[in-house]
């Protein structure tokens, strides 16, 4: 009974993921008709550490970082009309330790769901763009469209995304769930937490930089698992082909991927890379401890 249930989620879940690409690909036929279009731009700086959400934005998001304490948002929206730009608006919130892109939530009447499906007239689309500190936990939640993000020192979270996720570096803990896409992921160093996996609908290219070391689990996968690198190990489940464990150098922080519909690729970053890498977050601790030390004689000055 179970194993049929299983079957009968599996197909579902593909059917509703086709219908989700015919009609991305129909949006993306259409998207020369979006002639009207507004733009906003804004500026905020954040504390080390600040909470950062992107959600709700149907359309391309992209996240850049650098070593800065400023965070700049670009968001352009495009619709076939002007009066449609007077709705699916994109609201932010800011403050020193936390800035939220939200987009506003859809009308859900029926005759609303009508108009959208059979006819361009109140569409929106959406194209987020933020460049933000490095030192941020950043959270991606409900995007219709693709997700690329920069080398973060926080953590990440992705949830819910139709379209491919890219991270160039995640440091500490990270998790991807819903993910209809394929997925790429740098992983420079990972705590206690490691990283999480879940539901992607697409191929997983996994690069572990210099001497990261890790524990890979991969259960209920419907493709591969290969290794670009010596010291990554493979071994297959003997009894159950969907799961796969991996040992990434010497073993150690916990890699979790769970419902997986495609292959999954595991690989060391060239020499080069990794010393790029290594040098950013030098960067980026020697920004942080200078900060903390503009911020100590601010306090003295006070005093």
């Given at each position: 009974?179970?194993?049929?249930?299983s079957v009968l989620l599996f197909t579902a879940a593909l059917l509703t993921t086709g219908c989700a690409r015919m009609i991305?690909?129909?949006?993306?036929?259409g998207d020369r008709d979006l002639k009207e279009r507004d733009e906003m731009r804004q500026s905020y700086r954040l504390t080390p550490g600040a909470r950062v959400e992107v959600a709700g934005i149907s359309g391309i998001v992209k996240i850049d970082t650098a070593n800065t304490d400023t965070a700049e948002i670009n968001i352009v929206r495009y619709a076939a009309t002007r009066a449609a730009l007077e709705h699916h608006k994109i609201t932010v919130d800011h403050s020193a330790d936390n800035l939220t892109v939200r987009g506003e939530k859809d009308d859900s009447s029926v005759h609303s769901m009508l108009a959208h499906l059979f006819t361009r007239s109140s569409e929106v689309r959406q194209e987020v763009t933020l460049k933000l500190p490095r030192n941020v936990r950043l959270f991606t939640n409900g995007v219709n469209g693709r997700v690329?993000?920069?080398e973060v020192d926080g953590a990440v979270a992705?949830?819910?995304v139709n379209g491919r996720v890219e991270i160039a570096q995640a440091l500490d803990h990270a998790e991807v769930n819903g993910v209809n896409g394929g997925v790429t992921m740098t992983l420079a160093k990972l705590g206690e937490k490691g990283v999480s996996i879940h539901g992607v609908n697409g191929g997983i290219e996994l690069r572990f930089a210099g001497d990261v070391n890790a524990s890979?689990?991969?259960?209920?996968i419907n493709g591969s698992v290969r290794s670009d690198a010596p010291d990554i190990v493979v071994e297959k489940d003997k009894d159950d082909r969907s799961n796969v464990s991996a040992q990434i150098g010497k073993g150690g922080a916990p890699v979790s991927l769970q419902g997986i519909n495609g292959g999954v690729r595991?690989?060391?970053l060239t020499a080069t890379a990794a010393r790029s890498v290594d040098n950013a977050n030098a960067q980026t601790k020697k920004t942080d401890s200078v900060a903390d030390n503009d911020s100590g004689d601010s306090k003295e000055d006070d005093e």
């Open positions: 009974m179970r194993k049929q249930l991305a690909g129909e949006s993306q036929r690329t993000i920069g992705v949830h819910g890979v689990d991969v259960h209920g595991l690989s060391r």
